[in-house]
């Protein structure tokens, strides 16, 4: 589950929901804990995380919606001081997830990657390589890993396929510290039929073992299970490429509740799957 659902709960109170449902993991947005950033977090505040999510039996599995506070931070920004800005704070962000027992740094963040007007793509993608690399390498020693996440052109002119991503991988060297998103929604965006998000999957099966992390929504931007998109032939076709990495729940409409949506998800999810 991605905490962000619980906004209104302690960590302590969405862990031992979370738990209780059936999940077995959570996975964190850091303005969430720590709104001006994670470099001005309070000292063992993850750590201090990791402990209340491990009381209640879950684990951390990483990080999430990293770019979106401290304000000013930007992937392709034409601004040197301001790439090298956001650099550093990418390496903080490995400390963060390796702090708190997690391995995994979900690359996100529209709004903080979109290419300026008139910049051209391949520039776009040289600079976030340079951007990237420093955090990348710094995550190669801590074990982690970064999933590079294709979003659609609703919300970013940048890094919109899988295609672009394995790209950017590449371009980054394509080691263990590096994967590839999967977002059902972005997934729906670029198949041919939208309620279909196996296809994307099945089109790249050649790359697999690049994919990294599955987040399950639904095109509608709600659970999973509460619209039109079918995740049993997702699912089918992620065993069919040797998927076997984690599941998380994130949801943009949330207007049926953090409890409804937490335990209906799990519920689709797992019949979806053909889990008991």
Known sequence: MCNELFADWTLEQACRRCAELGYAGLELAPFTLAPQGLDRAAPGLLRQARRTAAACGLELIGLHWLLVGP??????????????????????????????????????????????????????????????????????????????????????????????CLELDR????????????????????AADPRRPEGPVLAHAADAGRFAHLHANDRNLGAPGSGDVDFGPLFAALRQVGYAGWTSVEVFDTRAGAEAIARDSLAYLRSALGAP
């Open 171 to 190: 371009l980054l060297g394509g080691g263990p510290a590096l994967g590839v998103q999967l977002d059902a929604k972005s997934l729906c965006a670029e």
């Open 71 to 164: 304000q000013g931070l930007h992937l392709t920004s034409p601004d040197a001081a301001v790439r090298r800005r956001t650099a550093g704070y990418l390496c903080t962000l490995v400390e963060g997830c390796a702090e708190m027992g997690g391995r995994l740094l979900v690359l996100g963040s529209p709004k903080q990657r979109s290419l300026a007007p008139g910049q051209a793509r391949a520039d776009g993608l040289a600079l976030a390589a340079e951007t990237l690399r420093p955090a990348v390498e710094r995550a190669a020693a801590a074990g982690l890993r970064w999933c590079l996440e294709p979003l659609p052109a609703v919300d970013t002119n940048f890094l919109n396929t899988l295609q672009e």
